[in-house]
């Protein structure tokens, strides 16, 4: 990966950083960051001992780096206690976290120029993800600020966004050099195996998949 251009580590990175910012003012301030923020930097390191990017294993490491938040998440939502905490949330901030899908798909599209993700990974082929990134502002100030949109328009643009990501997350992993690849035989999926790029699959996906979650259920059971 000593090939890619420097302007797509800022990117990406900075990416991150916005994400963070957004998701510690969205969870008020809370010091649960500091979770996330070690949760990071155990990837940082494992990926940077080229752990991720061995293939010939079963089953694939790369579950590793997507499995322990989906569960953590799914677990916060089961708890009582969970679910009291993520009611205090503030349901504007995450809406608007969305934005970060808009550097995410570039850098993707980058990584496809520079023959480290296929191009159906990329808004050129079947990932419409980007479409959520450039609606969340709009979404932001008219369901919040303006109360324009309803309840029932603001849960569409969560479910679809839900879709959305689900379709992205399983062709980037059925277009990993696995047993179980079907997409992207001309150019593996391989960018997302090195540091910084495994923070996608252990945190952005994640995060935005927590913050829809949390608004759907907030919109769900408001009056």
Known sequence: MEHLPLYIYVVFVATVLLSIGMLYKAINYSKAII???AWLA?????SLTGFYTVTNVMPPRFGLL?????IFIIMLFLAKKGKAVIDSFDVKTLTLLHIVRIPVELTLYWL???KATPGIMTFEGRNFDILCGLTAPIV???GYVK????????IAWNIICLLLLANIAVIAVL??????????????????????????PCFLVPGVLFAHLVSLRRLIISK
């Open 35 to 37: 979770a996330v923020l």
């Open 42 to 46: 155990l990837q940082a390191v494992v």
């Open 66 to 70: 997507l499995i322990p938040p989906v």
């Open 112 to 114: 496809f120029l520079h």
């Open 140 to 142: 932001y100030y008219f």
């Open 147 to 154: 109360n324009v949109f309803g309840k029932k328009v603001l």
């Open 175 to 200: 277009s990993a050099p696995y047993p179980s690849q079907k997409f992207g035989f001309e150019q593996p999926n391989i960018a997302l195996f090195y540091f910084p790029f495994v923070w996608l």
